[in-house]
C-alpha cells in the first residue's frame, strides 16, 4: 500500500496530528512547503540516519530526497494513452489501484488499441456501440477467453488426421479445415471450409456455432480440455442431415472431397477406400478433439525451406504432408494420411549424408539400373550403420569425422572416382537450388505416378526410406527410394518397391499463431503425434 500511495500520491505526508501540534507557526508554514513525504519513505530515511549516526560521522545525515511526480496529476488523455499501450493481461491489477485508474480503464480507446495489437482486429470496432457491445468486452469476453485454441491443429479423426487453423477473422474466431486439392492436381491451392465460429451477439457471453451441413450455422460448444487440446461439440446434429438421406449426404460429400461423381471412378479399390473415408469421417459429426501442431522452424543449413507440402499417395488421393530438417537428415511427417499409413507417421526420410547420382535420361529410363544404384547406396549405409554399433564405445570424434564425410566418397555417398567431389551435407545444401541448369529427369519404365505432369528436369537427389504397411497399419517396414528435389517449393519420392512415384508441391497458405516456440517443442509435438498412431 505504501507502493500504491507513493505512485498515485495519496495517504498521509506530513508527519502525525502531534508532531504538526507541537510545532510553531514558523515551523508549521515551513513544513507545509516541503514537498509530500510517504510514511514508509520517512521510516527509511529514518532507519538511514540512525545507521549513519551510529558510524560515527557528525556530518552523517539524510540526503534530500528528489521530488516525484504522480500518475494522479496527469491527465486522463495521458493516461489513456500510457495504458493504452501495456499488455491487455496486466490492465485489472492496474484497475485495482484507485478509482481514478479503474474509470480510466473504462474507455473504449484503450480496449480497441489492444484487440488490434495483440489480436490483428482491423475491423472498425466502433460500430460495436450500435449492439451494446464495448472494445472491452470483445477483448475479455472473445478474445482473451479463447486466445489458447488459436494456431494451427490436428484432429483426431482416427488414421485420417486433417488440418485446422484458428484464427481471429474480424469479430469472430474461426475455425478453418484446410484440405488438399482435388486429386491428381497438386499444384493447385488448398481449398478450405468453416468448422465453427465463435462471436459476441450480446455483452454476457460468447457464442459458439458449428458451420458442418448445409444448413446454416447452429448450437455448439467449445471446451479446453487441456494445454494444447480443445474439444468442439455440435448440439444440433439434426443440421447435418439431408432430406435425400445418407445416399445424398455421400454424393455430396464426394462431390467436394474429390469433385467427381462415384460412376466417375472405375477403380474398384478407390471406391472401397473413398466409402470406407465417408462411413468413418461422417460418424464423428463435428464433434472432435484437436492437438496442436507447429509448423517446422527454418535452419540456415537447410536445403530448402521446410513446411507444408500436397503430396499424391496412388489410390488414396492428396495428402499433407510436413517437411522437416533435423542435421544430416529429413523427413516427411503425414498431417493427413490413410489406412495404411495414419496420420503422425513419417512417411519418408531423406538421408542428406548420401546423394545420389542418376543416370543420364536414356539410362533412367532403366528400372533395373535406377534399382541397382540406390541398393548399392543402402548396403554402404547398413554398412556405416554396422560400423557405428562397433565404435559406439570408442571415440565419439572419429565417429564424427567419419559420420560428415565417409573415407574414399563423394558428396553424400557419390563415389570420388564417379564425378563426386569430397565434402558433407553442408556443402551439398550451400548449392543454391534454383542456380545452374540441373539435370534431366524422366521416370522410368513401368513407375506409376498420379500425376504425369512432374517436372523433367532436377536439382539433386538423395537416398532416403519409405513407410509401407498393410491395411490398418499392419507390418509397416521401410524400403528403399530416391528424393528428387525440383526446385524449393517441390520435391518427389520414388518408392522402389511400390514402382511408384509421389509429387509434392509446397503448401502456399499464411497460417497465423503456428510457429513453435523452440525446436525443442517442435521436436516434442512430432513425438506425440507419431506416438498416438503408433
Keep these: 500500500m505504501a507502493v500504491c500511495a507513493r505512485l498515485c500520491g495519496v495517504g498521509p505526508s506530513r508527519g502525525c496530528r502531534r508532531r504538526q501540534q507541537r510545532r510553531g507557526p514558523a515551523e508549521t508554514a515551513a513544513a507545509d512547503s516541503e514537498p509530500d513525504t510517504d510514511p514508509e519513505e520517512e521510516r527509511i530515511e529514518a532507519g538511514e540516519a540512525t545507521q549513519a549516526g551510529a558510524g560515527g560521522g557528525p556530518c552523517a545525515g539524510p540526503s534530500p530526497s528528489p521530488p516525484r511526480c504522480s500518475l494522479l496529476e496527469l491527465p486522463p488523455e495521458l493516461l489513456v494513452e500510457i495504458f493504452a499501450s501495456l499488455p491487455g493481461t496486466d490492465l485489472p491489477s492496474l484497475a485495482q489501484v484507485c478509482t481514478k485508474f479503474r474509470r480510466i480503464l473504462h474507455t473504449d480507446t484503450i480496449w480497441r488499441r489492444r484487440c488490434r495489437e495483440e489480436y490483428g482486429v482491423c475491423e472498425n470496432l466502433r460500430k460495436l456501440e450500435i449492439t451494446g457491445v464495448s472494445c472491452r468486452d470483445v477483448y475479455a469476453k472473445l478474445l482473451h477467453r ?60 460468447a457464442t459458439v456455432e458449428c458451420m458442418y451441413g448445409h444448413k446454416g450455422p447452429h448450437n455448439g460448444h467449445i471446451q479446453i480440455v487441456k494445454k494444447d487440446e480443445f474439444s ?53 459429426d463435428n464433434c472432435l478433439t484437436y492437438r496442436r501442431i507447429y509448423l517446422p522452424p527454418s535452419g540456415p543449413d537447410d536445403l530448402i525451406k521446410p513446411g507444408l507440402f500436397k503430396g499424391t499417395y ?27 499409413i495414419p496420420a503422425g507417421q513419417q512417411t519418408v526420410e531423406i538421408d542428406l549424408r548420401h546423394r545420389i547420382q542418376l543416370p543420364d535420361a536414356e539410362g533412367l529410363r532403366d528400372f533395373n539400373e535406377l534399382s541397382r544404384i540406390v541398393l548399392e547406396v543402402r ?59 540441373g539435370q534431366p529427369f524422366v521416370l522410368p519404365a513401368g513407375v506409376s505416378s498420379r500425376n504425369e505432369d512432374y517436372p523433367r528436369t532436377c536439382r539433386m537427389c538423395f537416398y532416403g526410406t519409405g513407410l509401407i504397411a498393410g491395411h490398418g497399419f499392419t507390418s509397416p517396414e521401410r524400403t528403399p527410394g530416391v528424393f528428387v528435389l525440383f526446385d524449393e517449393d517441390r520435391f518427389g519420392f520414388l518408392w522402389l518397391e511400390l514402382k511408384s512415384f509421389s509429387l509434392y508441391s509446397r503448401v502456399q497458405v499464411t497460417f497465423r499463431n503456428a510457429e513453435a516456440p523452440s525446436p525443442q517443442a517442435f521436436d516434442e509435438m512430432l513425438k506425440n503425434i507419431q506416438a498416438l498412431t503408433s
Design 146 to 205: 479463447y486466445r489458447h485454441i488459436l494456431g494451427l491443429w490436428q484432429p483426431d479423426i482416427g488414421p485420417y488426421g486433417g488440418l485446422l487453423n484458428v484464427v481471429v477473422d474480424g469479430l469472430f474466431i474461426i475455425g478453418w479445415m484446410y484440405l488438399p486439392p482435388h486429386d491428381p492436381h497438386v499444384d493447385d491451392p488448398m481449398r478450405f471450409k468453416p468448422l465453427f465460429r465463435i462471436h459476441l451477439l450480446e455483452r454476457k457471453s
Design 314 to 340: 496412388g489410390s488414396h488421393g492428396l495428402e499433407i504432408v510436413m517437411l522437416s530438417f533435423h542435421g544430416q537428415r529429413a523427413r516427411g511427417t503425414k498431417i493427413t494420411g490413410d489406412p495404411n
Design 379 to 437: 548396403e554402404r549405409v547398413r554398412q556405416e550403420q554396422q560400423e557405428d554399433g562397433r565404435e559406439a564405445g570408442g571415440s565419439r570424434g572419429q565417429q564424427g569425422s567419419r559420420e560428415l564425410q565417409p573415407p574414399g566418397r563423394g558428396l553424400g555417398g557419390v563415389p570420388a572416382e564417379d564425378g563426386g567431389e569430397p565434402g558433407d551435407v553442408a556443402a551439398a545444401a550451400e548449392q543454391p537450388v534454383q542456380s545452374g541448369p
Design 232 to 284: 468442439t461439440k455440435c448440439n444440433q446434429t439434426d443440421h447435418h442431415r439431408m432430406s435425400g438421406g445418407r445416399q445424398e449426404e455421400f454424393r455430396t460429400w464426394l462431390r467436394e472431397e474429390w469433385g467427381r461423381t462415384l460412376e466417375d471412378i472405375f477403380h474398384e479399390h478407390m471406391q472401397e477406400l473413398i466409402l470406407m473415408k465417408f462411413i468413418y469421417t461422417s460418424q464423428y
